[in-house]
């Protein structure tokens, strides 16, 4: 079963910056779509950015031109680079194939905006 470790959240001011990581336990990203999700307690979680096996990338109108998805298949890493955060990003953050998700979510990475 594929694992998915989500990383590199934090505690950051309005207008700050962060960049999340994900790392797979298998060569997954080279075949797949993968995205960065985010879930905020009593919501559904959200897909926010998206990057296609052949390096397509879309994004949620709400994140739109701040955040930025890549990603790294020889190190089986994808990551999202948020700039210009807002107390409304506040969320814990996933990875996982997208538009749906195929595998087990991971613990996620806690991303707050706050003054």
């Known amino acids: 079963q594929v694992q998915l470790v989500e990383s590199g959240g934090g505690l950051v001011q309005p207008g700050g910056s962060l960049r999340l990581s994900c790392a797979a336990s298998?060569?997954?990203?080279?075949?797949?779509?993968m995205g960065w999700y985010r879930q905020v307690p009593g919501k559904q979680r959200e897909l926010v950015a998206r990057i296609t096996s052949g390096g397509s990338t879309n994004y949620a109108d709400s994140v739109k031109g701040r955040f930025t998805i890549s990603r790294n298949n020889a190190k089986n890493t994808v990551y999202l680079q948020m700039n210009n955060l807002k107390p409304e990003d506040t969320a814990v953050y996933y990875c996982n194939t997208a538009p749906l998700p195929s595998y087990s979510w991971g613990q996620g990475t806690q991303v707050t905006v706050s003054s």
């Open positions: 298998e060569s997954i990203f080279s075949r797949y779509a």
